[in-house]
């Protein structure tokens, strides 16, 4: 860590200047989306920069971890996270106006808009009567807020280390500005009822004040599952960047040339649009240096940041079903690793896997059982040993002694034996975009079969 060196000093240069020029003509041209590119780019410079000026400060100020998977167990920065929070926050705060040029312009007496013109009764006070979409205004104001406090969680948990039981549900505070726009915006409870079904409780089932608690429990889910998924370098920026990727792609789906426009949904999507754009930026600059061999570790803001971006544009772009089949990996992780999380099972406090400084590989990493379990507990490992879902090492006298501990990470070396750490990385990196792919094939080809109709025409356009 340190400066840059000067290879990084020339692309980063580029990269920012670039930006700029594209920045400047997108905001002349009143382009939102190629400015939020181009905003992008910048973050992501800003963002690099950042974490290499700043790793001797933020060790210094005793903000730094061992690489327990290394033969050296060398001190590395740590919560890195934060540095892209903020800038991600200071991005989007920047990017507020332009999506509204053409209404601010608008809706101002003169306002360089010498083409239009008015008549007198348009005119009051000085100003148009003009209805500014305060609607879309509140979007992008009530993601800030709700990102500000969970980065402001996520900062306290890095520095104070706050126990499970008591960080788990702040999220869903969070997630309270976001969930009354939600409310006077948009206000739909209502679920479409699988056709197999309709005949029964018909097309349509109004789930009311639940619906509100469901998308409050995926405010909490989505930070906390990408913190669970987590031990191994670059695991948790990856997963990321993956998922935000494929929102990418689901996104443009609404888009031309594969939609008319305007289609009634293009709007949520490029709100989504917005915010995924400079996210994947701050995390490719987070990336660089966190992938293996990590130079700095991400802390835990970034999972809470991560998810509640993800959080977020699920709600208000009103896909959190299409948002839940991306993160199939990070469900199953979490019903895995229920029996720890719920200390049905001995839980150690770092459930990693276990570096063998002999081989250089991974291995599953291992709860003792002081006192071996019984009962239907003890069955339930065993048949879970049985099916390969777990190592299970029993003495002689048939007593359950060591389990391997329940993530998904262990749960492969299970499987596959022993590997090295990037190896690993790039096994559950590929079972994740897999399952995505397939998750937004299902979403929009296959849902056809118990659903109606998919809320958009898959064509490209002529």
Known sequence: MGA????????????????????????????????????????FSFTFSLIRWLGEVFMKAGLKGKDMSKPKKVEIPETMGALCAIVYLMTLIVFIPLPFYHDIVAATSGGGNRDVVLELKQVETGRLLHKFPHNKLSLYLSAILSLQSVVILGIGDDLFDIRWRHKLFIPAIASIPILVVYFVDFGVTRVVVPLPLREYIGPLVDLGWLYYAYMAAIAIFCPNSINILAGINGIEVSQSIVIAVLLLINDSFYLGPFTTYPHPA??????????????IGVSFALWWHNWYPAKVFVGDTYCYFAGMVFAIVGILGHFSKTLLLLFLPQIFNFIYSAPQLFHVVPCPRHRLPKFNARTGLLETSKTMWERPPTGVLEKMLLLLGKFQLLQVEVNPKGEIVETSNFTILNLWLVWFGPMREDYLAMCILSMQLFVGLAGLFVRHKLALLIFQQDNRPFKILP
């Open 266 to 279: 293009t709007d949520s999507h490029l709100f989504s649009i917005y915010l995924l754009l400079p996210f």
């Open 4 to 43: 840059l060196t000067y290879p990084e000093m020339w692309t980063i240069s580029a990269i920012s200047l670039a930006s700029a020029a594209v920045l400047w003509s997108a905001v002349r041209e009143g382009e939102p989306l190629i400015a939020s590119i181009a905003l992008s780019g910048l973050a």
